[in-house]
């Protein structure tokens, strides 16, 4: 199965924002509001940080947000914080399963 | 509270299977599917497939079809994952992930395992 397309590295200086895009089809983003992103920090299990697009889990910062048009999903983090510096995920929904992203590396300057 | 505890590492040679446990507790078990991803070293994740847990439903991911077998023991809330075949390129952690919402597929997934090490080696 062909992943979701995002970019492979983004960065940003402490208290920028950034946004990092997910690329699907009309058969996962482009026809369920069922997009999902996760960070990962090295060693660790990925963890939820926004679902159906754009909402946020109990006890995830606000400056996360997320946002969809068309076939392609976007995460924005907005006050960048050195502890941001991860990897994302997004994760799309379809009638075949789930579809992940190929990850994108976040570098905070 | 919730948690996911998975089986420890295993080391397998090319060709055997492994099998991975995914013991669940702090919540309704046959109400939450349980997804399976991995992730090989220095690479994305992967997702492999999805367990209804509470008919025993199952789907799976295109790229490992005909390798995986996705089951459930609800009598002792754990989900289990075999992949069969083994080659090198196997080598990866498994985890597992539980849903938001009961009954449900979509992918969001609020709750991982702590990662299981399989290692491919002769």
């Known amino acids: 199965q062909s992943a979701l397309t995002q970019p492979a590295s983004v960065s940003g200086s402490p208290g920028q924002s950034i946004t990092i895009s997910c690329t699907g089809t009309s058969n996962d983003i482009g026809n369920y509001n069922y997009v999902s992103w996760y960070q990962q920090h090295p060693g660790k299990a990925p963890k939820l940080i926004i679902y159906e697009v754009s909402n946020r889990p109990s006890g995830v910062s606000n400056r996360f947000s997320g946002s969809k048009s068309g076939n392609t999903a976007s995460l924005t983090i907005s006050g960048l914080q050195a502890q941001d510096e991860a990897d994302y995920y997004c994760c799309s929904y379809t009638t075949s399963g789930t579809l992940l992203g190929g990850g994108t590396k976040l570098t905070v300057l | 509270q919730v948690q996911l505890v998975q089986s420890g590492a295993e080391v397998k040679k090319p060709g055997a299977s492994v099998k991975v446990s995914c013991k669940a507790s702090g919540y309704n078990f046959t109400s939450y599917a349980i997804h399976w991803v991995r992730q090989a070293p220095g690479q994305r994740l992967e997702w492999m497939g999805w367990?209804?847990?509470?008919?025993?439903?199952?789907k799976y991911s295109q790229d490992f079809q005909g390798r995986v077998t996705l089951t459930r023991d609800t009598s002792a809330s754990t989900a289990y994952l075999e992949l069969s075949s083994l080659r090198y390129e196997d080598m990866a952690v498994y985890y597992c992930?539980?849903?938001?919402?009961?009954?449900?597929?979509?992918?969001?997934?609020?709750?991982w395992g702590q990662g299981t090490l399989v290692t491919v080696s002769s």
């Open positions: 992930a539980r849903e938001v919402y009961r009954f449900d597929v979509s992918g969001s997934l609020l709750f």
């Open positions: 367990s209804n847990t509470g008919n025993g439903n199952t």
